[in-house]
């Protein structure tokens, strides 16, 4: 089946310490986003690519920092400047008709 | 001002009447709307999406769009105990289809 794989699904982070989210997809998309998701707040943008080797910055890029090295794939990394990480992370692929969604990481610093 | 505005409810409706929703934007250019279902701890699922002025229905759900009010609905007909869920609406800010998303509207429908 094609789809969007996020790994994991939980993950924990200590203070200092970069992480690495895993997103994959097999759905052949060009344009990839990853969101962060805090209770009672809507989704914000961190960053998308919309063709390997190309990337911008979302509305909340400071701290976290991507690669799209593949159409595959697209990690994210938070980086010990992310002064509050504790999220729920969702990366997403475009079709015609809006966003796929991943089943998302929550990451929680420890 | 946000971009997508929301009732963050939570919205309590019987089963078997009518939940609405509403979502209001601020970017009059924009073009796309979508709504979301987002049962708790899981991501969001894609039910609707609309871009032309007026109504569209898909089954139990009508997405109603007024770009000149800048304002977008959702009907969820018949309510079921399943469709507890939290709501969000998204609206395409351009062509590179960055969305922004509502803060969610939560319902319950009580059996």
């Known amino acids: 089946d094609g789809g969007i794989t996020q790994s994991p699904k939980y993950l924990f982070r200590k203070e200092g310490q970069n992480v690495t989210l895993s997103c994959e997809q097999n759905?052949?998309?060009?344009?990839m986003y990853w969101y962060r998701q805090d209770p009672g707040q809507g989704l914000r943008l961190i960053y998308y690519?919309?063709?390997?080797?190309?990337?911008q910055k979302g509305d909340i890029a400071e701290g976290y920092s991507v690669s799209r090295e593949k159409k595959e794939s697209f990690p994210l990394t938070v980086t010990s400047a992310q002064k509050n990480p504790t999220a729920f992370y969702l990366c997403?692929?475009?079709?015609?008709?809006?966003?796929?969604f991943g089943s998302g990481t929550r990451l929680t610093v420890v | 001002q946000k971009e997508v505005e929301q009732n963050s409810g939570p919205l309590s409706v019987p089963e078997g009447a009518i939940a609405s929703l509403n979502c209001t934007y601020s970017d009059r250019g924009s073009q796309s709307f979508f709504w979301y279902r987002q049962y708790s701890g899981k991501s969001p699922e894609l039910i609707m999406f609309i871009y032309s002025n007026g109504d569209k229905e898909d089954g139990r759900f009508t997405a109603q769009l007024n770009k000149a009010s800048q304002y977008v609905s959702l009907l969820i007909r018949d309510s079921q105990p399943s469709d507890s869920a939290t709501y969000l609406c998204?609206?395409?800010?351009?062509?590179?289809?960055?969305?922004?998303f509502g803060a969610g509207t939560t319902v319950t429908v009580r059996a």
């Open positions: 759905l052949n998309h060009d344009a």
């Open positions: 998204a609206v395409n800010r351009g062509n590179d289809y960055k969305l922004s």
């Open positions: 997403a692929s475009i079709t015609s008709y809006g966003y796929t």
């Open positions: 690519s919309q063709i390997v080797n190309d990337f």
